[in-house]
C-alpha cells in the first residue's frame, strides 16, 4: 500500500529505535524511558473505578469535566501562585496531545516556531505536521541549555510566530533562572508571540529550588499556553490525562478540533486525575525527593567515571552527562553501551545537534537498579 508522501520517509527517531531494540532484549537495565517506576497510588485508582460506578461512562464534555479543570487550577494556585479560571483549561489525551491540537490552532502555513535545543524529540514532528516550520536555536550548556535574548533576536524572521519552552528541560534536566526566563518574555512581548510552555515536570526541581511559571512573568499569561498534566507529578502516564490553560479563544478551537480527533477524553481518567490532584500534595512531594537523591546519587557516580561529566541535578529526572572525553559519539556510546553491558540509554543527538556528545539517562529505577547501571557504565568506560 502506497504511504502519503508527506509520511514515506518519515523514520523513527534515535530515542524512538533504543526503545524499539530493548522490546527484542531480554535482562536490560533501563534507563532510557522517562516514566516514573512508582504505579499509581491505590486510592487514586478506586477514585477511578468509583466514577466508573457512578455512571461515568458516557462520552465526556470536549473541555473536559468541570471537577478536573477546578482541581487544576487549584493545583497551580496552590504550588505556584498561577491563578486561572476552568473556562481557560482544556483537558487532553495525554500532554503530547496538546502541542499538536495549538499547532493546529495557531499555525498558517510558513509560520515559524522557535524550537530551543536539546528538545523533546515530537515538538518538531508536531510544527511541521501542522504547516509550521521549526527554526532551531542551539544553546550551550554553562547557560542552562538557555537561549539568550541576542540569540532569539538573530533567529527571528518577519514569518516568526512563537517559541516552545521546556523548563524543567527534557532531556537536559536543566531550570532555567528567573532572568533568563525574563529575557525570553521581553523577545516574545517584541516580536507579539506566543509560548507554548510545557511544565510538566514542575514538580520535580532539586536542591532547594523553586518551579518559575513562566506564565507569572509579568505580560506573559496572555501570550502564554501552559501545559501539564499528571503524568509524571502523580505517576498515571497510563492514564493518559494532560492539561492546558490558554486563552479562550484558543481552548474554543481546540475542542472543535478535538472533535475531529478523540472526541474527549477517558471519563474514568479524569475522575482519577481530579482526585489525585486534590488530594496527593505529600506523595507528590516525598516523590520528588526520592528522585533527587536517585539523581544526586547517579550524577556522583558518572562524574568518577572515564571519559564523562555530568551537571549536578536540578529538574525533572534526567541526568544528560557529557560523554565526549570518551571519543565516541552519542550513537556510538549508546549503541555500545547497550549491546555490551545491556545498559539503555537515550542518544544525545536524537534530541537535536545540540545534544550530540551528551546521552540522556532516566533516574526512574530503583537505587538497585541504578547502583546496577553504573557499575556496568563505569566498567564500559575504563576502555576509553
Known amino acids: 500500500m502506497e504511504l502519503a508522501k508527506r509520511f514515506s520517509v518519515q523514520k523513527p527517531s534515535g530515542m524512538v529505535r533504543v526503545f524499539q531494540a530493548i522490546e527484542k532484549m531480554q535482562d536490560v537495565?533501563?534507563?532510557s524511558?522517562?516514566?516514573?517506576?512508582?504505579?499509581?497510588?491505590?486510592?487514586?485508582?478506586?477514585?477511578?473505578?468509583?466514577?466508573a460506578m457512578e455512571g461515568f461512562t458516557h462520552y465526556p464534555p470536549l473541555q473536559g469535566y468541570l471537577d478536573v479543570r477546578e482541581a487544576a487550577c487549584a493545583y497551580w494556585e496552590r504550588h505556584h501562585g498561577y491563578k486561572s479560571s476552568?473556562?481557560?483549561?482544556?483537558?487532553?489525551?495525554?500532554?503530547?496531545?496538546?502541542?499538536?491540537?495549538?499547532?493546529s490552532a495557531l499555525l498558517n502555513p510558513g509560520d515559524e516556531v522557535m524550537l530551543i535545543e536539546p528538545y523533546f524529540t515530537p515538538y518538531e514532528a508536531q510544527i511541521r505536521g501542522n504547516g509550521g516550520v521549526p527554526v532551531i536555536i542551539r544553546t550551550h550548556e554553562e547557560n542552562n541549555f538557555t537561549p539568550t535574548i541576542e540569540d532569539l533576536r538573530a533567529a527571528a524572521t518577519p514569518?516568526?510566530?512563537?517559541?516552545?519552552?521546556?523548563?524543567?528541560?527534557?532531556?537536559?534536566?536543566?531550570?532555567?533562572?528567573?532572568?533568563?526566563?525574563?529575557?525570553?518574555?521581553?523577545?516574545?512581548?517584541?516580536?507579539?508571540?506566543?509560548?507554548?510552555?510545557?511544565?510538566?515536570?514542575?514538580?520535580?526541581?532539586?536542591?532547594?529550588?523553586?518551579h518559575i511559571c513562566f506564565a507569572n512573568i509579568d505580560g506573559m499569561k496572555e501570550r502564554t499556553l501552559l501545559a501539564s498534566g499528571v503524568?509524571?507529578?502523580?505517576?498515571?502516564?497510563?492514564?493518559?490525562?494532560?492539561?492546558?490553560?490558554?486563552?479562550?479563544?484558543?481552548?474554543?478551537?481546540?475542542?472543535?478540533?478535538?472533535?475531529?480527533?478523540?472526541?474527549?477524553?477517558?471519563?474514568?481518567?479524569?475522575?482519577?486525575?481530579?482526585?489525585?490532584?486534590?488530594t496527593q500534595d505529600e506523595k507528590v512531594r516525598e516523590r520528588a525527593e526520592i528522585f533527587g537523591e536517585r539523581m544526586k546519587f547517579v550524577a556522583s557516580r558518572l562524574n568518577l567515571m572515564k571519559g564523562v561529566k555530568c551537571h549536578p541535578a536540578e529538574g525533572a529526572f534526567y541526568l544528560f552527562p557529557d560523554i565526549s572525553g570518551t571519543g565516541l559519539t552519542s550513537e556510538e556510546f549508546t549503541w555500545q553501551l547497550l549491546n555490551t553491558a545491556k545498559v539503555?540509554?537515550?542518544?544525545?543527538?536524537?534530541?537535536?545537534?545540540?545534544?550530540?556528545?551528551?546521552?540522556?539517562?532516566?533516574?526512574?529505577?530503583?537505587?538497585?537498579?541504578?547502583?546496577?547501571?553504573?557499575?556496568?557504565?563505569?566498567?564500559?568506560?575504563?576502555r576509553f
Open 29 to 31: 537495565l533501563n534507563l
Open 33 to 51: 524511558i522517562g516514566e516514573p517506576d512508582f504505579v499509581t497510588e491505590p486510592d487514586i485508582i478506586e477514585a477511578g473505578a468509583k466514577g
Open 86 to 103: 476552568p473556562d481557560n483549561v482544556y483537558i487532553s489525551v495525554g500532554g503530547l496531545h496538546i502541542p499538536w491540537l495549538a499547532f
Open 159 to 210: 514569518r516568526t510566530r512563537g517559541i516552545i519552552l521546556n523548563y524543567p528541560g527534557n532531556p537536559s534536566g536543566r531550570v532555567a533562572s528567573l532572568k533568563q526566563l525574563e529575557e525570553i518574555a521581553e523577545f516574545v512581548e517584541e516580536r507579539d508571540m506566543f509560548v507554548l510552555s510545557d511544565e510538566i515536570y514542575e514538580s520535580m526541581i532539586f536542591n532547594g529550588g523553586k
Open 231 to 278: 503524568s509524571k507529578s502523580h505517576c498515571m502516564t497510563g492514564w493518559r490525562l494532560g492539561y492546558l490553560f490558554a486563552p479562550q479563544n484558543v481552548i474554543n478551537t481546540m475542542c472543535v478540533l478535538s472533535s475531529f480527533q478523540t472526541y474527549g477524553v477517558n471519563a474514568l481518567s479524569q475522575k482519577a486525575a481530579a482526585y489525585a490532584l486534590n
Open 344 to 382: 539503555a540509554v537515550v542518544p544525545g543527538s536524537a534530541f537535536g545537534s545540540t545534544g550530540e556528545g551528551y546521552i540522556r539517562i532516566a533516574c526512574t529505577q530503583s537505587m538497585e537498579t541504578l547502583t546496577e547501571s553504573m557499575e556496568k557504565m563505569e566498567e564500559f568506560c575504563m
